[in-house]
């Protein structure tokens, strides 16, 4: 999938992850794609309320050894 803008939050454990991808977002126009890479497990869930509570749609999410990757559409 293409992406406008990639974010990395290996590492970094809740409510980071969120926090830099909403940091990240605000710089975007809307209709631009936001890759997030991350390793928090509870992250899956996290951007799941995030893209509600947002409005902005999370497109895809998926688990590759341990790291996992969202695709986000800004709003």
Known sequence: M?????LDVRGLNCPLPIL???KSLVDMAT????KI????PGSVIDFQVFA???GNELLSSSETAGEFMFYMKKK
């Open 2 to 6: 293409n992406c406008d803008k990639e």
């Open 52 to 54: 509600d509570q947002t």
């Open 31 to 34: 209709g631009q794609v936001l």
């Open 37 to 40: 890479v991350a390793t928090d």
């Open 20 to 22: 830099r991808t909403k």
